[in-house]
Every structure is written in C-alpha cells, then in structure tokens.
C-alpha cells in the first residue's frame, strides 16, 4: 500500500515592490512628522529650564531631570485641574448622548406639528460660532447664579446641533420593519428606543460620545469665561495661568501638555477602531 506524498507548500517571498517601497518611505515621514512634537516635548520636559532655553537647541537632555515634571505637582493645582477636566468632559458626554439621541430619534421618527420648523432651528445652530454665543450665555449662568460652579461649565456644552444632526440621519438608516415587529409584540415607543434602535446604533453612538469628550478636554473658550476660581480651572485654563504667574516655563509647560494630552492618546490607542468606524458611518472626516 502506497501513500502519496503530501504536497510540499513552499512560500515564494516576493521582493518590495519600487511602489511599496516609496508608500512605506512616505508614510514613515508622515508619522515622523505627526511624532516629533510629542517628542520634542517629552525630551523638553526632562530637561532643566535652563538647558530648555539653550541657543541653539537640541534634541536630547544632556542632564536628564524630571524637575519640571515635579515642580508641575508642587507649585500648580495640575492634580484638581485634571480632575475638574475628567468631570467636565465625561458629564457633558454623557449628557450629550442622551440629549442627542432623544432628539435625534424624536425627528427622525415621531410625527408632530411643526416638526420641520423645530429642525430648521436645531440646524440653524450649525451655522453660529460658540464664540458668538459666549456673551449671551454668560449673560444667561450669571443670571442663573451658576458662574464657578460644575454646571456652569457642562450644561452650555449640552446641546450640539451638530451632534444631533449626526443621530438623526443615522437613525433614519434604521429598518422601520424592525420597529414594527417590535410594536406587533407590543413594545412601545420607549421600549423601541432603548432595546432595538439604540443597540443598532453602537458606532454611531460611540462616535458622538468620543467626539464629544474630545471637543470638550480641548475647550478652552468658554472655562475660561465661566470660571476664575482656580480649584475649578480644566486643564487648558490651568497650564495658561501658569505660563502667565511663572513667565514661560518651557520645560513645564511641556510637561503640562504632555500631562493634558495623556488621556486623548489613551481614549485613541483604546478606542482607535470605533473613532475610525464613527468617522466612516457618520461623516465625520471634514470636521
């Protein structure tokens, strides 16, 4: 009895094509390019703060240090300004959600008089600056007893036009038929919402969610108007009072950066896959 000789797979390594070669040369100048100012950064902030002035400069520490980082803890409030930023930004996402989804759902769905008119208005708000807004709505928490407070600072970011708009074309995508099976079985609208088009909308959702915590850490605008209590500065406001009190302090204030940084390069390494997907299901590539 004879057997026959499994065949014998052998893998022809085929050299780089002269076009790969040139894609792989041009994207690692492109994320050169995009790295080297957090590395500039993070070399300046091991540095003392008067080898950061040097003339001419240079790349790498002769003394490496970590001074900076631990005159950053010590003499400014970076620990409180952190953690009012964290507050900040994870409330007015996670309000954010609920109002855009709410209002997202209620026009792309439900019928009511003057519907077309009430969306007018919401997209009307695509077309104002913030900083247009920033006089009359300070005006507004001033009335409203709410300057250096939390709520001062979260509930103007609640209520993107933008963000809404995102919502509601995605939920117009949804099958109405899947709805309606839902209504046959005797769900009602509520339960509609919550357990057949919100589960279907996780890319969508995430996307807003991260956009929003993004735009939000970032703000400095309107922080700035609304506080001057500095237990209550996000981290944008505190790392500038801190440039204006101490002169430019360049090793800390790269150190401040860096520290201000760290939780939008965590929120991408993490989350890099649903920033990619939201951008492709909603459209988010021109903003």
Same mark, same amino acid.
């Given at each position: 009895m004879t057997t026959a000789a499994a065949p014998v797979r052998t893998r022809n390594r085929r050299g780089w094509t002269p076009s790969q070669i040139v894609l792989t040369l041009l994207g690692a100048a492109v994320a050169a390019v995009i790295v080297s100012p957090l590395a500039w950064a993070l070399f300046t902030s091991l540095k003392s703060e008067t080898e950061a002035v040097e003339v001419p400069p240079h790349w790498l520490p002769e003394d490496w240090t970590g001074q900076a980082w631990s005159a950053m803890f010590e003499t400014g409030n970076i620990t409180d300004w952190f953690v009012n930023s964290l507050v900040v930004s994870v409330c007015v996402t996670a309000v954010v959600l609920l109002v855009s989804a709410l209002a997202g759902y209620g026009f792309a769905r439900t019928e009511f008089r003057g519907r077309a008119v009430l969306m007018g208005v919401v997209m009307a708000g695509l077309m104002i600056?913030?900083?247009?807004?920033?006089?009359?709505? @300070?005006?507004?928490? !001033?009335?409203?007893?709410?300057?250096?407070?939390?709520?001062?600072?979260?509930?103007?970011?609640?209520?993107?036009?933008?963000?809404?708009?995102?919502?509601?074309? @995605? @939920? !117009?995508?949804v099958p109405r038929e899947l709805e309606e099976a839902a209504f046959i079985d005797g769900a009602g609208r509520w339960r509609v919402l919550f357990t057949v088009v919100l589960p279907l909308s996780r890319p969508s959702l995430a996307a807003v969610g991260i956009f929003t915590f993004i735009s939000s850490w970032n703000n400095f605008l309107w922080p700035y108007m609304v506080t001057n209590d500095p237990d209550l500065m996000t981290m944008p406001n505190g790392i500038a009072t801190v440039m204006n009190s101490y002169g430019i302090q360049w090793a800390q204030l790269m150190a401040g950066g860096l520290m201000a940084g760290l939780p939008l390069i965590t929120v991408f390494v993490f989350f890099q896959r649903q920033i990619v997907a939201g951008v492709a299901h909603t459209g988010l590539a021109g903003q």
């Amino acid at each position: 009895m004879t057997t026959a000789a499994a065949p014998v797979r052998t893998r022809n390594r085929r050299g780089w094509t002269p076009s790969q070669i040139v894609l792989t040369l041009l994207g690692a100048a492109v994320a050169a390019v995009i790295v080297s100012p957090l590395a500039w950064a993070l070399f300046t902030s091991l540095k003392s703060e008067t080898e950061a002035v040097e003339v001419p400069p240079h790349w790498l520490p002769e003394d490496w240090t970590g001074q900076a980082w631990s005159a950053m803890f010590e003499t400014g409030n970076i620990t409180d300004w952190f953690v009012n930023s964290l507050v900040v930004s994870v409330c007015v996402t996670a309000v954010v959600l609920l109002v855009s989804a709410l209002a997202g759902y209620g026009f792309a769905r439900t019928e009511f008089r003057g519907r077309a008119v009430l969306m007018g208005v919401v997209m009307a708000g695509l077309m104002i600056s913030p900083a247009v807004l920033g006089v009359p709505l @300070f005006t507004t928490v !001033q009335q409203m007893g709410m300057v250096d407070t939390y709520w001062g600072m979260i509930l103007p970011q609640c209520a993107p036009a933008a963000m809404v708009y995102i919502l509601y074309k @995605f @939920f !117009q995508g949804v099958p109405r038929e899947l709805e309606e099976a839902a209504f046959i079985d005797g769900a009602g609208r509520w339960r509609v919402l919550f357990t057949v088009v919100l589960p279907l909308s996780r890319p969508s959702l995430a996307a807003v969610g991260i956009f929003t915590f993004i735009s939000s850490w970032n703000n400095f605008l309107w922080p700035y108007m609304v506080t001057n209590d500095p237990d209550l500065m996000t981290m944008p406001n505190g790392i500038a009072t801190v440039m204006n009190s101490y002169g430019i302090q360049w090793a800390q204030l790269m150190a401040g950066g860096l520290m201000a940084g760290l939780p939008l390069i965590t929120v991408f390494v993490f989350f890099q896959r649903q920033i990619v997907a939201g951008v492709a299901h909603t459209g988010l590539a021109g903003q």
